[in-house]
C-alpha cells in the first residue's frame, strides 16, 4: 500500500528529469546568447540580399521569377550596460544597389531594459521620408527589411529571459550534433511577437543556431531560418550566408557576407537620426569605416567570405 510520503516522493522523483530538462535548454540558449551576441562588439559589413517566389518540383525549390537582389552595407555597435544581461545595440543599412533603391536606410536600436521594444526607421529616398516600423502589427508579423523576408522581428536581437525552454532531444543535422530546443515567448513577449513558438537546432560543439522552425500564434509552421555557411574570425563563429523561407508565401530570400570586419571603433552618434536624412554626413562617416573592409586596423578581426 502505498502511503502519501512515498507517493510525494514518486511524484518528486519523475518530476526532477523535467526540471533538469528545462534548466539545460535555458543554460544552452544562454550560451547562445553569448555566442551569437557578446563574443564582438562592433561590425562593417557588405550584405547582398535575395528574394523571389519560388515552386518546388522534384523536392528542389527554385525560384519562379526573376530573384530581387539587393546590396546592403551594415554598420552596428552592441555594448552589455554595467548590471545587465542584455544587450543595447544601435545598427545602420544603407541600400547601395540596386540604383533605384539606393540610399534606402534602416536604423535600428535595441534596448536592455525589460520589457522595452526595439526602435525600427527606415528612410525611403524617393518619398523624403522616414517611416517607424511597428514591432508587430495588429493584423500580422511586423514589416519587412528591404523587400525581404526578414521581418524586423527577424532582424531583432532577441533577449534570453523573453522566453521559456524546453529541451526536445538530440539530433544531427548536416552532420552536426544539434540540440533541439523549443522557445516560448513569456506572456509580456508574446505582445510583441508575431511567433507562438520557435525551434532551434543548435550546434553543440559551437552554440550557434544551425535551423529554426518557427510557428505563428495559431501554431501554423510559418517560416523556416537555415544557416548555409559559417565562418571562424578568431574566437568568433559568424554565419556569413542563410535563409529564410516564408512557407505559407513561398517566399524566399538568401542572404551572403562579401565581407566582414569585427571590432571596429564606430562613433555611436553616426547610427543616429542624423544619418537617415542628412546624405553628405552619412557618405562623410561611412567613407571612413569602409576602408576597415580593404584592411584590417588597430587589431581588428578581418575575413573575405569569397575566394
Request: positive net charge.
Amino acid at each position: 500500500m502505498k502511503t502519501p510520503y512515498s507517493i510525494l516522493l514518486a511524484s518528486l522523483f519523475l518530476a526532477a528529469p523535467a526540471a533538469s530538462f528545462a534548466q539545460n535548454a535555458h543554460e544552452i540558449m544562454t550560451k547562445v546568447d553569448d555566442a551569437t551576441n557578446h563574443s564582438y562588439s562592433s561590425s562593417v559589413r557588405q550584405m547582398k540580399f535575395s528574394t523571389c517566389r519560388y515552386n518546388v518540383i522534384g523536392g528542389k525549390l527554385s525560384c519562379a521569377e526573376k530573384p530581387r537582389i539587393v546590396a546592403i552595407e551594415s554598420f552596428g555597435v552592441h555594448r552589455r550596460p554595467p548590471g545587465q544581461r542584455d544587450l543595447e545595440f544601435k545598427a545602420l543599412d544603407v541600400i547601395f544597389q540596386p540604383v533605384s533603391d539606393k540610399n534606402t536606410a534602416m536604423l535600428s536600436w535595441g534596448y536592455a531594459e525589460d520589457d522595452k521594444a526595439s526602435d525600427f526607421w527606415v528612410y525611403l529616398p524617393v518619398l523624403s521620408k522616414v517611416k517607424r516600423i511597428v514591432s508587430v502589427a495588429d493584423n500580422g508579423e511586423s514589416g519587412a527589411v528591404f523587400g525581404s523576408e526578414l521581418s524586423a522581428e527577424d532582424a531583432d536581437v532577441r533577449k534570453v529571459r523573453d522566453y521559456t525552454y524546453k529541451l526536445l532531444g538530440e539530433d544531427t543535422y548536416r552532420g552536426r550534433p544539434v540540440w533541439k530546443i523549443e522557445s516560448t515567448p513569456t506572456a509580456s513577449r508574446s505582445k510583441r511577437s508575431f511567433y507562438g513558438r520557435i525551434v532551434s537546432y543548435v550546434d553543440k560543439e559551437r552554440f550557434i543556431v544551425l535551423k529554426e522552425d518557427l510557428y505563428d500564434r495559431s501554431g501554423r509552421h510559418y517560416k523556416q531560418y537555415t544557416v548555409l555557411n559559417v565562418k571562424q574570425m578568431g574566437k568568433v563563429w559568424l554565419v556569413t550566408d542563410a535563409a529564410m523561407n516564408n512557407l505559407t508565401k513561398r517566399r524566399i530570400t538568401t542572404w551572403e557576407h562579401p565581407s566582414v570586419v569585427l571590432n571596429v571603433d564606430i562613433d555611436e552618434e553616426f547610427l543616429g537620426q542624423r544619418s537617415l536624412t542628412d546624405f553628405a554626413y552619412r557618405e562623410r562617416q561611412m567613407q571612413l569605416y569602409r576602408k576597415h573592409l580593404a584592411q584590417g586596423k588597430n587589431g581588428t578581426q578581418q575575413v573575405s567570405t569569397k575566394p
